[in-house]
C-alpha cells in the first residue's frame, strides 16, 4: 500500500527558531495535507496543497508540494510555544464510492524550550 | 467545532472481550471513518462508511468490525480485544472533500 515517510520523527528548538519538515511517498499524491495535533485532541488542517510547485503559506507556517508530486515540506517561522504537538503530512485517495481515504506520515513531534 | 463525539473517551479492557466504541455526529455528513494512531505509524484506517448501511474496510481492519445503522452513528467493535489493540482511536466525519474533514478527540483504548 501506498506509504509516507515524514522526516525528522522528532525536534527539541528553542523559542524563535525556524522548523522544517518533509515527507515522502512511495507514489504520487494529487493532493498533500498537513495536520497538527495538540495533546488530547484529534489532528485539524493546517495547509491543504493541490499543484506540484504550489507554496502556500498559513501565518508563519508555509509548505510546498514537491514537483515531483512525491513530497511535501512543512516550515515554521519564528516558533512560539503553542506550535507544540505532532505535525502530519497526509495524502487522500478517493474510493468508488467518493470517500477520500488519508494515508498519514508517522508525524514529527515539536518540542519548544522556552 | 464540528459536532462529533466519541465515547468513551478512555477505557481499560481485558484480553479477549469485546469492545464498542461510538462516534456521533450532528452534521449530517455522509463519510465517517474511524483511525487508529500508533507511536511510529501515525493514523491508520480501520473501515470507513459511506452512507447507512454502506460500509468498508480500511488498511487495518483485521479483529474490528464497523456498523452504521443511522447517519449519525459509526460503531467501531472489536469482537475479542487484544494488546495490540491498546491505541488511541480516531473519528473523522466528511460531507465529501478530505478539506473538510473533522476529527474527533479521540479513545483512548488500553487492552490488559
Known amino acids: 500500500g501506498q506509504q509516507l515517510n515524514q522526516s525528522p520523527q522528532s525536534m527539541f528548538i528553542q523559542e524563535g527558531e525556524d522548523v522544517s519538515m518533509n515527507c515522502t511517498s512511495s507514489?504520487?499524491?494529487?493532493?498533500w495535507l498537513w495536520y497538527k495535533q495538540d495533546p488530547g485532541e484529534g489532528p485539524v488542517l493546517l495547509i491543504a496543497l493541490y499543484k506540484a510547485g504550489e507554496l502556500t503559506s498559513n501565518g508563519r507556517l508555509t509548505a510546498q508540494f514537491g514537483i515531483t508530486r512525491k513530497d511535501s515540506f512543512l516550515n515554521i517561522s519564528a516558533s512560539i510555544p503553542s506550535d507544540v504537538g505532532i505535525y502530519f503530512c497526509a495524502g487522500p485517495t478517493t474510493t468508488l464510492q467518493g470517500a477520500q481515504k488519508l494515508v498519514f506520515g508517522q508525524g514529527t513531534r515539536l518540542t519548544i524550550n522556552p | 467545532d464540528a459536532g462529533i463525539t466519541q465515547s468513551p473517551r478512555h477505557k481499560v479492557t481485558e484480553t479477549g472481550t469485546p469492545v464498542t466504541l461510538r462516534c456521533h455526529q450532528t452534521?449530517?455528513?455522509?463519510?465517517m471513518y474511524w483511525y487508529r494512531q500508533d507511536p511510529g505509524h501515525g493514523l491508520r484506517l480501520i473501515h470507513y462508511s459511506y452512507g447507512v448501511k454502506d460500509t468498508d474496510k480500511g488498511e487495518v481492519s483485521d479483529g474490528y468490525s464497523v456498523s452504521r445503522s443511522k447517519t449519525e452513528d459509526f460503531l467501531l467493535t472489536l469482537e475479542s480485544a487484544t494488546s495490540s489493540q491498546t491505541s488511541v482511536y480516531f473519528c473523522?466525519?466528511?460531507?465529501?472533500?478530505?478539506?473538510?474533514?473533522?476529527f474527533g478527540q479521540g479513545t483512548r483504548l488500553t487492552v490488559v
Open positions: 507514489s504520487i499524491f494529487n493532493t
Open positions: 473523522a466525519i466528511s460531507r465529501g472533500r478530505v478539506t473538510e474533514a473533522f
Open positions: 452534521e449530517n455528513h455522509r463519510y
